[in-house]
């Protein structure tokens, strides 16, 4: 059973990502430090509010759960958040707020974020602009020319054979993709939808 947990953290939104875009979408929020602005001007109520605050220095509503941390820690605000969801049952977590801004060290680390939630059984999407994802052995990729016209595949492990890549202005077939080479970067839906299948490894998907 899909459980949704909504996460903010505190990087840029992407214009993608509005009021009007959460009027469908229900579930659990959690807003680490800074992100919490960001439900504030969307208009969303926060479950929980995590983080040691050295970002956020606004006043903090009463009605959420408030964890307290400090900046001393091995676990960045965002991490927390993803580790709360999960022992509280969520497994499909979108994060807001993960990609743009002036620190990039922050995108790598939830990067790293998607592989520890993968790992503790749940699905973490990164979403903006971009919408970032895992895709591994076994699993199909389906992805609507409406919705997003370009995407990117990266191999994440040393290698990821992609069964087929159909549906793009550039398809594979049977093709081993390797780690230290972006040949899967800027392809182009072609037909109505495009869908990946992975035969063997993890694999980035970025769609933007």
């Given at each position: 059973?899909?459980?949704?947990?909504?996460?903010?953290?505190?990087?840029?939104?992407?214009?993608?990502?509005?009021?009007?875009?959460?009027?469908?979408?229900?579930?659990?929020?959690?807003?680490?430090?800074?992100?919490?602005?960001?439900?504030?001007?969307?208009?969303?109520?926060?479950?929980?509010?995590?983080?040691?605050?050295?970002?956020?220095?606004?006043?903090?509503?009463?009605?959420?759960?408030?964890?307290?941390?400090?900046?001393?820690?091995?676990?960045?605000?965002?991490?927390?958040?993803?580790?709360?969801?999960?022992?509280?049952?969520?497994?499909?977590?979108?994060?807001?707020?993960?990609?743009?801004?002036?620190?990039?060290?922050?995108?790598?680390?939830?990067?790293?974020?998607?592989l520890y939630a993968r790992e503790h059984g749940a699905e973490l999407?990164?979403?903006?602009?971009?919408?970032?994802?895992?895709?591994?052995?076994?699993?199909?990729?389906?992805?609507?020319?409406?919705?997003?016209?370009?995407?990117?595949?990266?191999?994440?492990?040393?290698?990821?054979?992609?069964?087929?890549?159909?549906?793009?202005?550039?398809?594979?077939?049977?093709?081993?993709?390797?780690?230290?080479?972006?040949?899967?970067?800027?392809?182009?839906?072609?037909?109505?939808?495009?869908?990946?299948?992975?035969?063997?490894?993890?694999?980035?998907?970025?769609?933007?």
């Amino acid at each position: 059973m899909m459980k949704i947990c909504h996460i903010f953290a505190g990087g840029e939104l992407g214009s993608k990502v509005t009021k009007e875009y959460f009027r469908s979408r229900k579930g659990f929020v959690i807003c680490a430090d800074s992100g919490y602005k960001h439900a504030k001007n969307l208009g969303l109520k926060p479950d929980v509010i995590v983080g040691d605050f050295d970002s956020y220095k606004g006043k903090l509503p009463s009605d959420p759960e408030i964890i307290r941390t400090v900046p001393e820690k091995d676990d960045t605000d965002t991490i927390m958040a993803v580790k709360i969801a999960i022992e509280r049952g969520y497994n499909t977590l979108w994060l807001y707020g993960a990609l743009g801004g002036p620190r990039f060290d922050h995108a790598i680390a939830n990067i790293q974020t998607m592989l520890y939630a993968r790992e503790h059984g749940a699905e973490l999407i990164l979403c903006g602009n971009e919408w970032v994802s895992l895709q591994g052995e076994g699993e199909s990729h389906y992805v609507r020319e409406d919705c997003d016209r370009y995407f990117s595949v990266f191999a994440i492990t040393e290698t990821v054979k992609i069964k087929s890549l159909r549906g793009v202005k550039y398809p594979l077939e049977n093709y081993e993709m390797h780690r230290s080479y972006p040949i899967g970067v800027s392809n182009e839906i072609m037909d109505r939808h495009a869908l990946l299948d992975i035969e063997s490894g993890l694999a980035l998907v970025v769609q933007s």
